[in-house]
């Protein structure tokens, strides 16, 4: 009446040597893709300018239409620096969140380290200005760099058209 037969039924769960083997093949085929863009910063820093610069240029030229008075924004090249000036007091425009005066200094800002304004050209001047009609008076472009990365911002002639355009090395 007893049982002699011991019945054991075990499972064993868990993961094969073959599966552990491509989950880490897996992992490092990925890894191997997503790391060279999460530790390139200099394309984000460069894109990130740029954006920052042509959202400034559009910015200056739609206060210009708004309050019916000129803007300049004027380039310091070597100091990686521009500033939005009312061209008709040469005082700088207030900027609409800090209240300061409306400088971008790339070189002074948290995550621009490596960035650089490499030329701002504007038929042979280093600052645009717009109308009140919000039409710039030189058409021309300013050229940054990150790394290998390098952007131009193009303002067009008659319309202030912003455009940016990545520069292949």
Same mark, same amino acid.
């Given at each position: 009446?007893g049982?002699?037969k011991?019945?054991?039924?075990?499972?064993?769960?868990?993961f094969t040597?073959?599966?552990?083997?491509?989950?880490?093949v897996i992992?490092?085929?990925?890894?191997?893709?997503?790391?060279?863009y999460?530790?390139n910063t200099?394309? !984000?820093?460069?894109? =990130?300018?740029?954006?920052? *610069?042509?959202?400034d240029?559009?910015?200056?030229?739609?206060?210009a239409? /708004? &309050?019916?008075?000129?803007?300049?924004?004027?380039?310091?090249?070597?100091?990686?620096?521009?500033?939005?000036?009312?061209?008709?007091?040469?005082?700088p425009?207030?900027h609409?969140i800090?209240?300061?005066?409306?400088?971008?200094? !790339?070189?002074?800002? =948290?995550?621009f380290?490596? *960035?650089d304004i490499?030329?701002?050209?504007?038929?042979?001047?280093?600052? /645009? &200005?717009?109308d009140?009609?919000?039409?710039?008076?030189?058409?021309g472009?300013?050229r940054?760099r990150?790394?290998v990365h390098?952007?131009?911002?193009?303002?067009a002639?008659?319309?202030?058209k912003?455009?940016?355009?990545e520069?292949?090395?």
């Amino acid at each position: 009446m007893g049982r002699n037969k011991k019945s054991y039924r075990h499972r064993f769960v868990g993961f094969t040597l073959a599966e552990l083997i491509v989950v880490v093949v897996i992992l490092s085929i990925s890894a191997a893709m997503v790391i060279p863009y999460a530790t390139n910063t200099s394309s !984000f820093q460069a894109v =990130s300018a740029a954006r920052v *610069l042509s959202s400034d240029l559009e910015y200056a030229q739609n206060v210009a239409i /708004v &309050t019916q008075t000129p803007v300049e924004v004027v380039f310091d090249v070597a100091g990686d620096i521009y500033t939005l000036y009312d061209a008709n007091t040469s005082t700088p425009l207030k900027h609409p969140i800090t209240k300061e005066d409306y400088v971008t200094d !790339f070189s002074m800002q =948290s995550g621009f380290s490596d *960035l650089d304004i490499l030329s701002a050209n504007f038929d042979g001047n280093q600052s /645009v &200005t717009f109308d009140e009609m919000g039409a710039p008076d030189n058409s021309g472009n300013v050229r940054l760099r990150s790394g290998v990365h390098t952007y131009r911002i193009s303002v067009a002639a008659a319309t202030g058209k912003v455009t940016v355009t990545e520069l292949t090395p």
